[in-house]
């Protein structure tokens, strides 16, 4: 079973200790740092988040840029997070502190690059231009672009609706010579179990949505594996 | 001390180790920035001014606030600016039709991009020479931008001015709070949607509204269900697992403004740069933001009226 941490890093909005499950646990130091939080018994799964250090959390985190970064700058180096086979970094949009923060952090770490989230509409994919830039200018390798809420599929008639439009993720590979990893549904199963801190893939293995998301993974694996 | 809460160590503490210590210590912060006086100045010909935020990304704070531009200037006698201090993801120029429109400075300040004749529009989209340019600054940098935004743009007279925000609680939202700090505010609208995963965000959004006593004009659920073109069934794709935006405003006794259904069509009508509301005006998502409007014109005038009966 592979080890793998979340690093959470944003600090304004975040969500994966509610995606998790994972209630509101005190942050213990042990000699090497923080303690992460596990989602799992077998401690396979280690997450860090501000969401765990806020007394209340409806506490909005009201900081500007430099104690963000000092707060990510933490985050990297005062934890413990053990052997992990993979540490995925989750951030907010944008191209701003906590993305420089998280990358002058990990500079002595090997950074094997970035995935990329877009929806459909080129309003999005036009935001996901600018990000692939910064991952140039920061050297940066782009591993591929994933399209999220690539339309759906109606449970009353079957009929697909491109609500965010169509196709706006692999123009984006294209124009850009990026990877295309795949697209993933829109799925109110996905939302509800988010939501409730459900784990997806155990509760619906045989939905569509499954098989999107694991294709993506499996692509994403072989990539880092070939490196 | 404007940056709340202080956490050392993983515990709430004192400003001990806080990056901002020297710099607070010194009183250089303490100073009031000679700006403020002067966007105050600049901006006393603006009747109403209107924030746009929400606690999460994508739940379509830009769309809300370009078709709330478009349809307060649907009234030719008012006049309307729309202002984007998204400055890492500026969407708004694509969304209003006006992508590689470029800024012209003159004597009298930087003049915004015209959509109609009473409507204006500005975000750093149209200083940047190409769709790939990305804008990698930290906060102070962003801040001065948003200073020059208010400051050196030749606004003019105007009824409204809509200010979009990128998601959060940093340094764009206190930047704008605090350079807007010696003009009135009337208040901020918040976008969600149904998501518990958003709502979570927005409380926090709401309560940097009450830390900065910005009032707060009430919550638009976007993404509010969505009817099926072939079938007519309604399916909720977001499920509101905790009771959605309406049960928070109850909670919260906050106004919600309205649910805007999904319709492919809004999606479309942004990425095409026109507005969904003269697109496709008999759609149900186009009658609830029109209502929404309404809501938002009410309150405005409501204020004004309250303020003269005071005077």
Not at chain 1, 26 to 46: F, M
Not at chain 1, 66 to 75: E, L, R
Not at chain 2, 220 to 245: D, H, L, R, W
Not at chain 2, 266 to 288: M, Q, T, W, Y
């Amino acid at each position: 079973m592979a080890a793998v941490g979340i690093l959470d890093v944003d600090l304004c909005g975040p969500s994966i200790p509610r995606m998790l499950s994972i209630g509101r646990p005190d942050v213990h130091q042990c000699d090497a740092g923080w303690v992460p939080v596990y989602a799992d018994a077998q401690k396979s799964l280690a997450l860090m988040s501000i969401g765990f250090l806020l007394e209340d959390p409806d506490e909005a985190v009201v900081w500007r840029g430099p104690k963000k970064s000092a707060m990510i700058g933490q985050f990297v180096s005062d934890v413990a997070w053990g052997e992990l086979d993979v540490l995925l970094v989750d951030t907010p949009p944008g191209t701003s502190d906590e993305h420089l923060a998280v990358l002058e952090n990990l500079k002595k770490h090997r950074v094997d690059g970035a995935i990329l989230v877009t929806t459909p509409q080129a309003v999005s994919t036009g935001d996901v231009r600018r990000e692939i830039t910064f991952c140039k200018k920061t050297g940066v390798r782009v591993l591929g672009i994933v399209e999220n809420m690539s339309g759906f599929v109606c449970p009353h008639c079957s009929e697909c609706s491109n609500i965010f439009s169509k196709g706006g993720g692999e123009d984006l590979a294209k124009l850009t010579g990026s990877v295309f990893l795949g697209s993933v549904p829109l799925d109110p199963l996905l939302s509800s179990s988010i939501e409730e801190g459900k784990d997806f893939m155990q509760s619906f293995p045989n939905s569509a949505t499954f098989s999107a998301i694991n294709s993506i993974s499996q692509a994403l694996l072989s990539s880092l594996q070939n490196d | 001390c404007d940056e709340l809460p202080h956490i050392q160590a993983g515990k709430s503490s004192s400003c001990e180790g806080c990056p901002n210590q020297k710099v607070c210590a010194s009183g250089a912060t303490k100073a009031p920035d000679p700006a403020i006086a002067e966007i105050g100045a600049k901006l006393s010909t603006v009747k109403h001014k209107i924030l746009v935020l929400s606690g999460k990304g994508g739940v379509g704070k830009s769309t809300f606030s370009a078709h709330l531009a478009h349809a307060l200037a649907s009234d030719s006698t008012k006049e309307v600016a729309l202002l984007d201090v998204d400055i890492c993801g500026p969407s708004i120029p694509r969304i209003m039709g006006l992508e590689g429109e470029q800024v012209h400075q003159s004597g009298s300040g930087w003049s915004p991009v015209y959509v109609d004749d009473n409507l204006a529009v500005m975000s750093i989209g149209f200083l940047l020479s190409s769709p790939d340019d990305a804008v990698i600054w930290r906060g102070p940098k962003k801040n001065g931008m948003i200073k020059q935004f208010l400051r050196d743009v030749d606004w003019g007279d105007l009824d409204y001015l809509i200010v979009d925000t990128p998601p959060g609680t940093s340094d764009e939202h206190l930047s704008i709070v605090q350079y807007l700090s010696a003009t009135h505010v009337d208040g901020a609208v918040i976008i969600t949607t149904p998501q518990e995963v958003s709502l979570q965000d927005v409380r926090k959004e709401i309560r940097f509204c009450q830390k900065v006593k910005l009032p707060i004009i009430g919550v638009v659920e976007n993404m509010s269900g969505f009817v099926c073109p072939s079938c007519k069934n309604t399916s909720q794709i977001f499920p509101p697992t905790t009771g959605g935006a309406e049960r928070m405003c109850a909670d919260l006794n906050l106004p919600l403004l309205g649910k805007v259904p999904l319709d492919p069509r809004i999606a479309r009508s942004c990425d095409e740069g026109k507005s969904f509301l003269n697109e496709v005006p008999d759609s149900p998502s186009a009658e609830v933001y029109q209502n929404i409007v309404q809501s938002i014109k009410d309150y405005c005038s409501n204020r004004v009226t309250e303020e003269q009966s005071t005077t």
